[in-house]
């Protein structure tokens, strides 16, 4: 499976935790459907689920007039895959998590979301 395409399963299956509460496990089996299981997407789901508190905690410092609560859950899980990307991915270039985001934005969710999630990652580079 090609990265981008684990992303977008990646952002799936964050998702639908989010909005299910399903456990990393039965999303990722979900959204595999019967695709054979793939590396980058199981590391992605679950470190992004590990590290949920501290990646929010991240999200939470770097919006500016806006409030976690009131993202989009598209948004938010976004931003929780690039973040945890960013800080945890060994093998991704920080620009490079924050473009796929963007992309990410472009494809899942409204025209002004990608303008918005590019701000709030560039914030957050700047503070890694």
Do not use: C
């Not at 952002?11 to 039965?26: H, I, K, N, R, T």
């Amino acid at each position: 499976m090609k990265r981008r395409t684990a992303r977008e399963k990646s952002l799936q299956a964050l998702y639908q935790m989010d909005v299910s509460g399903a456990e990393p496990e039965e999303a990722i089996a979900n959204v595999l459907g019967e695709e054979a299981a793939d590396e980058y997407l199981s590391k992605s789901v679950k470190g992004t689920f590990e590290h949920l508190e501290e990646i929010d905690a991240t999200i939470k410092a770097h919006l500016e007039k806006w409030s976690f609560d009131r993202l989009a859950r598209v948004d938010r899980n976004i931003l929780r895959l690039a973040v945890f990307e960013m800080k945890y991915g060994d093998d991704v270039p920080v620009k490079v998590a924050i473009n796929e985001a963007i992309e990410l934005a472009k494809q899942f969710s409204d025209e002004q979301a990608g303008k918005f999630i590019n701000g709030v990652l560039s914030r957050i580079q700047e503070s890694l």
